[in-house]
Each structure stands twice: as C-alpha cells, then as structure tokens.
C-alpha cells in the first residue's frame, strides 16, 4: 500500500529550483541545531524527565486497556521484518519450529531451553489490545502466550539483574519511510525488569486464536502492552537477563533505540 | 514640508499587559511554532487520519496525504472522504534545494527539515515539556491574579454584544477611547478558545500514548480512541493555526507598532475617541 519504495527513499529526481526558503531549512528549519551535541543532550535531559514522569505514572502497575473480540482488527499490519532471512529460519518454517528453542540466560540461576511445544503447554494468559506504531498507526490483536514473569521465575532471576534483552531472529534493513539512520542490523530489545514482570508482558505463541503468522513474528513474539510497536519484538530466539545495556549492539538497549528512538517507549 | 498646524492631541498611554503574560505569551508563541514545525514531521511518518480506536494501512482514512504516480511522475494527492486533491508542489510531492521529495507536509514547514521521525518525537516531547509548564504558570498566575475571570471571562453584556461585535470586526472598525481599554467579546472568546485549543493538545496528545493510556483510559473514552484523538489532535492543532493567522491579521489591522510593542513594554497607547476628544 505504501507508495513510497523502500529502496528508491525518498528522492524523486530532481526538479526545477529550490524553494525561496530551501536554501536556509538548515538553519530555520533547526537541522544543524538537532545535530549539534549540545541540543542531542537537552533533548536527552528531556527524554529522561518523560521517562521519569512515565516511570511514576505506571508505578502502580496500572493495565492496558483490553477490548473486547468485536474490535480485533479484520488486518492486522506487520510491520519491520516480514520474513527473517537465513536457512536457519527458513529451515524452521519448513519443520513448523520443532526445533525452536527458547533459552532463557545471562543473570539467573537456572537457564532455562524451551521447545515452542513446551512454551505451548505452560499457563498462558490471552489478552485483546491494542498496538501502537511509533508512526502513529494502530492495530488491534488478540495475543495468547506465556507471561513472561513466570519464565524468570523458573529461571530464577538474580538480585543484581535490572534488564532483559531479548535476542531475535531478523536481521532488519531499516524503514525508510521513517527517516533517519537507516543502517541494517540485527533485531534486538530491551525491557527493565519491572516491565518485564508485568501480568501483561507476554511471550506469544498465538495471534488470534491461531499458531503466530511469520509476518507477525512466529514462533514467539513479545507483547509488552504500555509501549510503542518497536518494543514488541518478533521471532524471539534468547531471553538474556543483565545489569547493562552497555554490551549490547549500539548500546542504546535496541535497534530503533540504537537509531536515535526512545528506550522507554511509553509515548 | 509644512510643520503641522496646532498641538498633537496627546495619546493616553495605559500599562496593558503584566510581566507575566507577556513571557508567557512569547514563550507561547515560540513553542508553538516548533510544536506544530516537529508535529507535521511526525505526521509525515504516517500520513494518515482515522477515527475510532485502531487504523493502518488495512483501513480506511478519512484524510490522507500522498504520492501517485501519474506515468509522466509523481503528483502530490491529498485525499478528504472521497475528494482528491491535487497538491502538487506544497502536500504529497514537494522540492527542497532543489530535489524532488515524496513527503506529506513539505521541508519548509517541518522541524527538522530533513524527515526523521526519531528527532521530530524529540523535538516534540521536549517542548510539549516547556508547553505545559509555560501554559500552567500563565493559568495559575491567571486565576490568582484574577486576570482571567476579569480581563477574559466575558460577562453577560458582552455575550449580548456579540452580533454588535461581529459587525464591528468585519467592518474592520476597532475600538476606541474607553472602549480600547479592555477586551472586546471576540478577543475574549478568541484567546479562552486558544487556552481549550492548547489544553485539547495536551489531553488528546497524552491519548496517543500506550503507556498515558493504561494510568488514564477514561481519555481514551474522552476521545473515542487512540486514532480519533490522533485525528482530533491534528484538527485542534489546525484550529491553533487559524488563531494565529486571525491573531495576526487583527495586531496588523490594529496598529502594529502599538499592539507588539504593548506585548514587549506591557504599555499601550488608547487610540483616541474620535466622538468624544478629551475622553
């Protein structure tokens, strides 16, 4: 649907002269002041306060809306990566994930490897909500997976962890609808451990009422439901539990993240 | 030249506006050009509108602006129900420096002026910081001050006067005398219509959030959903736009130089009662 190719970006071709005010967008437009270091560190003060304000919001474990079957969009977008590359996982769609494993790693005391079979039979919680794109786009799903609670504690998660990264199967080569740094790179997120235990941070397997589609990110995708589409990441292979985010890819805790977006995406 | 003839009536001078409105008003001013300069950046990410809870490129807009190809190139279409616009040149397809782009709101309108949706969002939610700040002092010194329940509030004779009002505004005729020294009707209902205007913002901003959802989703009801609060948001900032524009044309209409320099010094020179002198 979208007119605009990813490849071609966003450059027609050139045509007749600049406008009047081309010629100084740079400095009106602030493009040379949203480069500068000094304003990238008050919008990143800015940032902190709105993560800040988000933080003492939801302190009280407040849940998102769930709606109800009438509402579950008749299309759902996929949206990022529409189908990982790689033998690997196309030798997994082949075998429909009988060898998938999930590990569960990093700070806990017992690492946990999960086949999708197994995940399947552990209690699960189905939810109908609502996904926000970063775009500004929303669909509305039904998901059914495992809280993601329940996997940290069989893990059992160690008193000095703060994270979990979520390593994924896609290695994504930007949007470029989206403007901005565009590099590809491998898929990846973070959630705060209070995120994480959240009764609505799930682990699906279903969508719908059906096995997850490859397009919305089979076998096993995050649903973290107080945040932006970006953080629900798909094709879920290993959940990592750390202190830091340092050691990871750009460092920034994700890959849009590590392409100038917000860690805590609560807005 | 000949030296004009008698003494020039001298203007009464009055101190029209306090140190606070008028901060606040330039800071205002300030922070809404960047709001609306980063909004249309966001907006040209998804430039799409719906109503309703949910919306993607399965469903149906209600405005949408974009590029089609017309064989011989990309023309600029903006879509509203079911009425297409060529928009060429300004919505959908655009220059700048000289290059073609495919864009919703064009390079000159949006801040940054490259499209990037992660600095546009940081551009906006830092302002929308100094927005709600600057707009909560101006409230907060409003009510203790009682500037607006006195200066604002209209009272019952100026509602009666609105017909009269109406007339005298598209008659371009203004106020003099007595009469200059405190708000007209429509001045008031203008500048209380730009407070829910930017009140709107805020609460139909806060709706577009996942997070903001979950500790309030009566807004979510408030708005009839996440698209139709995006939706509305667009439409509230439009409303701010013709505020500004309206704002504008009547300080031009009004006596430039008197009417910035009274929201700079607070002192505002009365245009002499013409009817009445000495008044």
């Known amino acids: 649907m979208t007119l605009i190719t990813r490849r071609n970006a966003l450059i027609v071709g050139a045509a007749g002269s600049g406008l009047a005010l081309s010629g100084c967008t740079k400095i009106v437009m602030g493009d040379s002041l949203t480069r500068s270091a000094g304003f990238q560190r008050v919008l990143a003060n800015a940032e902190a306060w709105t993560l800040s304000a988000q933080r003492f919001l939801l302190s009280g474990g407040a849940m998102a809306r769930e709606y109800s079957p009438s509402d579950i969009s008749e299309k759902f977008k996929a949206n990022g990566t529409l189908y990982p590359g790689g033998e690997d996982y196309e030798d997994a769609v082949l075998e429909n994930f009988a060898g998938w494993r999930l590990t569960v790693d990093g700070l806990v005391t017992r690492p946990v490897s999960l086949s999708v079979a197994e995940i399947r039979r552990l209690p699960s919680r189905t939810q109908i909500t609502r996904h926000d794109c970063v775009e500004g786009w929303s669909a509305i799903g039904q998901w059914t997976g495992v809280p993601l609670g329940l996997l940290l504690k069989t893990a059992g998660v160690l008193p000095q962890a703060k994270y979990v990264v979520f390593h994924c199967a896609d290695n994504l080569e930007g949007e470029p609808e989206k403007g901005g740094m565009q590099a590809a790179g491998q898929y990846y997120e973070s959630l705060a451990l209070a995120d994480a235990v959240h009764p609505q941070t799930i682990l699906a397997h279903a969508m719908n009422g059906k096995p997850l589609d490859v397009g919305h990110g089979a076998p096993l995708r995050l649903r973290v439901e107080r945040q932006l589409g970006y953080k629900q990441a798909k094709y879920v292979q290993r959940i990592q539990v750390t202190d830091t985010l340092s050691g990871f890819y750009g460092g920034k805790g994700g890959y849009w993240e590590d392409r100038g977006y917000e860690w805590y995406a609560g807005i | ?11 009464e001078v009055i101190y029209r506006h306090a140190f606070l409105v008028r901060l606040t008003h330039w800071l205002n001013a300030l922070v809404i050009v960047l ?26 807009p209600f405005l949408s602006i974009g590029a089609v190809d017309r064989g011989s190139g990309f023309r600029g279409q903006t879509t509203i129900g079911s009425l297409h616009l060529d928009t060429t040149g300004v919505l959908g397809v655009s220059t700048d420096n000289g290059q073609t782009l495919r864009k919703a709101w064009p390079s000159w309108l949006t801040i940054p002026g490259y499209q990037d949706l992660a600095d546009a969002r940081h551009w906006h939610f830092l302002f929308a910081w100094v927005l709600v700040a600057n707009g909560l002092a101006y409230l907060a010194w409003g009510l203790i001050s009682r500037h607006l329940q006195r200066d604002l509030w209209p009272t019952l004779a100026d509602l009666r006067a609105i017909p009269r009002s109406v007339l005298d505004h598209v008659r371009l005729k203004h106020p003099t005398g007595e009469a200059a020294k405190r708000y007209n009707v429509l001045q008031r209902l203008a500048y209380l219509g730009l407070i829910t205007l930017v009140t709107l913002m805020a609460l139909t901003g806060l709706t577009m959030s996942p997070g903001f959802d979950a500790f309030a989703p009566w807004l979510l009801d408030l708005f009839g959903g996440r698209q139709s609060a995006r939706s509305l948001h667009f439409i509230f900032a439009s409303g701010i736009v013709a505020f500004v524009v309206v704002h504008l044309v009547e300080v031009v209409l009004a006596g430039p130089i008197n009417e910035v320099r009274s929201m700079i010094t607070g002192r505002y020179a009365v245009p002499p009662d013409h009817n009445h002198p000495g008044a």
Request: aromatic share 10%; no cysteine; hydrophobic share 25%.
């Open chain 2, 1 to 11: 030249m000949t030296a004009p003839t008698g003494p020039r009536p001298r203007r």
């Open chain 2, 35 to 60: 709001m609306i300069g980063s909004g249309l950046n966001i907006f040209n990410a998804h430039p799409h509108l719906y109503w309703g809870q949910k919306g993607d490129s399965y469903d149906q």
